[in-house]
């Protein structure tokens, strides 16, 4: 659990996937495409991907994949993040993420 916290709350936007999420790359081209880069943790490449599913359950993930952190807080997965997305409270959320574009 300590390595998925301390992940989450080095960075702006985490989101924890597996290379083989097709749900997980979904939730990172929309991020990307909100102009915020995510740091990807792709845990089946990680040899303690057992424990960070653990973690990220206990944590309240109701899938370890993709598991999606902003501020050092959970978000949630895909669900969460495509409803706060819809409904317009996930832009301002990640507002101070976002990359300068000039």
């Known amino acids: 659990m300590d390595k998925v916290l301390r992940m ?10 597996k290379s ?10 929309l991020f990307q495409d909100l102009g915020v880069h995510p740091t990807v943790c792709e845990i089946d490449k ?10 990220l359950m206990r944590l309240g993930c109701s ?11 959970l978000v ?9 997305h819809l409904s317009g409270s996930l832009v301002p959320l990640v507002k101070p993420f976002q990359a300068n574009l000039c």
């Open 8 to 17: 989450s709350s080095e960075k702006g936007v985490v989101i924890f996937s």
């Open 20 to 29: 083989s999420c097709c749900m997980s790359y979904a939730v990172q081209v």
């Open 46 to 55: 990680d040899p303690d991907c057992r424990e960070i599913e653990k973690a």
């Open 63 to 73: 899938t370890p994949v993709p598991a999606v952190f902003v501020g050092g807080k």
């Open 76 to 84: 949630g997965s895909t669900n969460e993040v495509m409803s706060m």
